[in-house]
RNA sequence: GGAGAGGUCGCAUAGUUGGUCUAGUGCGCUCGCCUGGAAAGCGGGUAGGGUGUAACAGCCCUCGAGGGUUCGAAUCCCUCCCUCUCCGCCA
């Protein structure tokens, strides 16, 4: 959520921030969102001068009554009018209060300087080229859906017979492998990189939802337990930022650094057709995210040091990524600054995302209310919060997978995995 | 699921027949005095948000959250959330 002072002060610079996401349309709202605030504030001040006016009445009121010179019937009068008013006035108050909220939490964030310009994907830069740790695949290669089958490990039609399409199940050496990946992943950041491991709930309040964004914007996409009125989680970001949530950090703590792995659940409405096959879309899928909360002269840093971290797991793993810095009218609402990971699918010859590392600066703080004192005695200022993959497991393992396998359909286990998995690699099934 | 108790300004507490509560006190923190230095003691300051101002000041709101009654609500009523105790059921 931006700061409505800001936007007051600076309603030209949000106006072009709309333009280059390519949402020039919400340009009405933001002049509807300053008229209403102009209104609000004349209405405060009337209002608060009634009741300035009723709270010192009251008080003779209540020394008339005390010192028993009288009844003080005329002023009850006066002030049950005064009541009225004020009544009426909150109400449209409330209304006006309402109406700006709605408008400025739909309001994107504003952009970094860095961002650089462009309408769609397309535009988007490579920030970093694809570092090659090729294997030699000089064989016919198998897709991870045909990997899958064969091995015995990936079951894509019993999830769908249990759930419903796109809830794979991961049998045998693949479950292991799963679990080997989120495990190595986790204490990887632990010991390397900092971060103290989180455990979060899968489901959380709508207050939560809309703390990082979620809400109201991707409401359609989140499942949604009617019974409970809890909601299954995204992604980790959103219980780990929430965890913060309505407190003052202690600034000595800054930058605080979060991991978790959780399962993340998305409905995926309306897009389907696209990228569909196995593990490309999922309802359901396993990933380890990073979260900060930090000063705001340090976010920047932090960012780079979330994409180094993410960047890690793949040189160790030695897959194939490239990491790209998204232009202005690809990256998501909530973020100033995202560079998003791809890693490599050989079967797919594509690229497939499996990481998103973005700045928000104070845009989740602010709807949170999280802050930090700079010093004892300064006034508190919102923290920044950040994010990033480290990694999704389901695209990584379509790379992994595709990457690592053999002539004769096995998989080998990269080196840094074995410890986690207990086995050297995955074997066709022999019948 | 049932019954009961409770949520107050960092922490602990006072406040329940509505009006000297613009929330008292203790602890903690902090500034100053005192001291060779420290402790103790003494004195002061110790929330957030809104509005407003050049900046102050001033004013408004917040006693778990939201409504209501009233000229006036920490105090009375309603709904919800959370914590604790007991009972029941149960991975």
Redesign the pocket.
Known sequence: MLD??YVRQNPDEIASMLRNRQLASEEPRLQELLEYDRKR?EL??R???M??Q??????E??DI??TGQGS?EEL?RQ??E??DEI?TMDAAL?KLETDIEEILLSLPNRLHESVPAGKCAEDNVVFKAPVSYLHLLDFPIKNHLELGKSLGILDFERGAKITGAGFPVYIGKGARLERALINFMLDYHTEHHGFTEVFPPFFVNQDSLRGTGQWPKFADQVYHIGEDNLYAIPTAEVPVTNLHRNEMIETERLPLSYVAYSACFRREAGSYGKDTRGFLRVHQFNKVEMVKFTRPEESYQELEKILMSAEAILQALMIPYRVLLLCSGDISANATKCYDIEVWSPAEEKYLEASSCSNFEDYQARRMNI?F?PD?RS??EFVHTLNGSGLATSRLMVSLLEHYQNRDGSITIPEVLRPYTGFTSIDQITS
Request: no cysteine.
């Open positions: 409505i002072t504030r405060v001040q209002s608060d001068e009741k300035a009723r709270n010192k009445v009251s008080k009121i209540a009554k005390r003080g009850i002030m049950k005064v009541s009544t409330t802050r004192k004892s006034k508190p």
